[in-house]
């Protein structure tokens, strides 16, 4: 189930909420600790006028709440709200049993225990969770996973607490596939808000739309991408409408990732059938693959990792994805020669595909001794990135692969002045218009965008993924929401 946090200050603000997201939600919790005093006393009401189960909650701030209360006066507020229809409470794990649990009970309220742990995930979890249900119907821990051990952890609850009814949330980036995927840890359901009412949480429309987290079972092949900044990675926006074009029970996720070595522990433990790698793993996961391809081995970096018999296998689709948007005009050779602006693991793919399909290359870097070595590998010449000018009508084809332009509105050739034949190519997906390509457009120039190559490298991983072509009919808009 995907339960709604309701974290607005009045019973009316709460009820347009649910109208608002009731497609993507089968449950909702009312936060008494949000609510106004005025409006707390009518939250009795609240169950009745919603055609969901409801879970009533007052957090105080010690749990990431808002309740700064007295806790008798905290508890009585809770009281007066198990007067209305709500199928759960929430009550924390420190609570002496009494007034409320009987309460509670007599009402045919069921009872949440809950634990938060905002720093950690504590050693003795399933001890924990398994004392909690002692107490409560249900048992409830909010961790903070600090690694991706301890997000496997958090998945090994299925199988050590098989038969508990628990939720189990895993806070912050390390634990959104927790998130997602909560039905493998055997959690009753996942939380989510539109305004982030807990670290990590995702929306109602994401969750349901984007990843279908309620529809995951044992079946569902899991896939992902793994990096130490993937919370606003694209790629789930490509490959989960991508397997539901085809009819496939699949689930694209992003995962944080701090030890290559522990994630390929958890790729084991969840079955995983592939993944793709990005920033800074795209070596290190060379030493986990018992086969790779000969792009990967040329270019000395992989993307994309496949389960095969008994091993997983390397590829580089990044290679094959750069090319896509301008192989026709190497083709027809309207690009013979190329300037490559930057000289990191980017760039290194990038010369070696334009160099295989025999475009003279030229690199600029400000460091020039990285671009000498990309230089020397792949036989082309390098050049100091202020001596840009230089170059000026003479290339055919333009590719920006510095992290310029980023999160900056810089170009890193500014004042190059171009002619207007070239065609200009950023890599960067984030924003997709660069300044580096607004200058180009204004010259009159041709552009092509990072999103294009990674959505043509990202249906190459689908292929190698699933043995399907991406689906025709499936139109891939990286603008919609992922979070
Ligand atoms: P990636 O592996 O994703 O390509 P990287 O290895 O960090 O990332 O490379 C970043 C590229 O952006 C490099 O070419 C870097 O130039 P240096 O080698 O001189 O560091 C380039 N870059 C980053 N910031 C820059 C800046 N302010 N001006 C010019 N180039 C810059």
Redesign the pocket.
Known sequence: MICLTLSENTIAACLERVKAERDYIDMCELRLDFLTKEECAKAKVFPSLVDLPCIVTNRRVQDGGRCALSERQRRAQLMDALDGDFKYIDIEEDLKRGELDEKAEARGVKIIRSMHDFEKVPDDIFSRIQQLRKRADVAKVAVTPRSIADVMTLFNAQKELEGIDKIIIGMGPYGIPTRILYKRMGSMLTFCSNNQTAPGQLSSRVLKTLYHADQVDEKTAIYGIIGNNVTNSLSPLIHNPGFRGIKYNAIYVPFLVDSVRSFFALAENLRMRGFSVT?PFKLDVLSYCGNITREVKQIGACNTVVRMPGLWKGINTDYYGFLAPIENDIESGRIRTALVI??????NAIVWALRNRGVKVTIL???LS?AEKIAQVNICSFDR?DNCKAYEGQVDLIVQ????GYDSWAN?IEGFAFTGREICYDILTKPKMTKFLSDAQAAGCSLHFGQEMLIAQGKLQFEAFTGYHYPAGVAIDLDAPIQ
């Open positions: 920033v930057g000289a990191g693991g980017a760039s870097n400000r460091t990285r990135l692969t510095t992290t310029v890193p």
